[in-house]
């Protein structure tokens, strides 16, 4: 976007520090006109979900509405969205605090583990921002896997306070080395995989129920070629 005191980059980081660190110090791009909010607002209209990630549009979301005082339903609106859209997005942006959102913007931590494992801690357990916070500052920088955050994760906000003690102090060897070294659940699920199949055994049982007690003795199966109704109870049933 070009401005009369220069431009500002909107998307492409990743290309402009590759042009950086081979010295090139002219490269080609799009203007997307001289004013911010018309800027962020065509590169939103334009983009699609894997162009943008749900931060970055959440980031430009949030700029619009606090710095350009633009509503949610103007928001929506400009960009062909629903409100129910925006205001998702404005609330996964407020909902983290700025040392947070400093660490997610700049990628010391990762996105994934943050949208995906920590966010649900906050859900479920009513986890405060500050332990949040302290959680992902501890980590940052770490190059640590995605499977490593989730593990220190659920020691973090479920196990002692001498397990959050030594994530805080940087120590992060020994909690892992702890982690991986505690032995598998006894069915070899995890705790996602076990809470899925008890849902499902939850389903079955009341479908049985449905069915035992005549729930569906009338549906219409003319589309299968049977005829409009069916008493699945019945011997003459096709079935």
């Not at 042009?19 to 962020?40: C, F, H, N, Q």
């Not at 909902?95 to 931590?109: D, H, I, N, P, Y």
């Not at 705790?191 to 069915?211: C, G, H, N, P, W």
Request: hydrophobic share 40%; aromatic share 10%; charged share 25%.
């Amino acid at each position: 976007m070009d401005r009369q005191e220069g431009s500002i980059l909107l998307n492409g980081f990743k290309r402009y520090r590759c042009a950086r660190k081979l010295g090139i110090g002219m490269a080609p791009y799009t203007s997307l006109g001289e004013d911010e909010a018309v800027g962020i607002m065509s590169l939103l209209r334009t983009s699609n979900n894997k162009t943008l990630s749900i931060l970055e549009q959440a980031g430009f979301i949030d700029e619009l509405k606090n710095l350009h005082r633009m509503s949610v339903t103007e928001i929506a609106a400009e960009l062909s969205r629903s409100k129910a859209w925006v205001s998702m997005r404005l609330g996964f942006i407020g909902e983290m605090s700025a040392t947070v959102r400093q660490k997610l913007f700049t990628g010391a931590f990762p996105v994934y583990p943050y949208m995906y494992t920590l966010r649900q801690f906050m859900r479920m357990n009513g986890i405060k921002k500050s332990e949040v916070e302290a959680f992902v500052v501890a980590l940052s920088g770490k190059r640590l896997s995605v499977r490593d955050i989730e593990q220190l994760a659920h020691g973090y906000f479920r196990g002692p306070e001498s397990f959050r003690e030594e994530i805080r102090s940087g120590n992060i060897a020994l909690p892992l080395d702890r982690l991986r070294q505690a032995p598998a659940g006894s069915d070899g699920c995890s705790d996602f995989e076990r809470a899925l199949l008890k849902d499902l055994e939850i389903t079955q049982k009341y479908m049985q129920r449905v069915i035992e007690r005549g729930g569906l003795r009338f549906l219409s199966f003319r589309r299968f070629g049977f005829p409009a109704f069916c008493d699945w109870t019945s011997t003459d049933s096709p079935l």
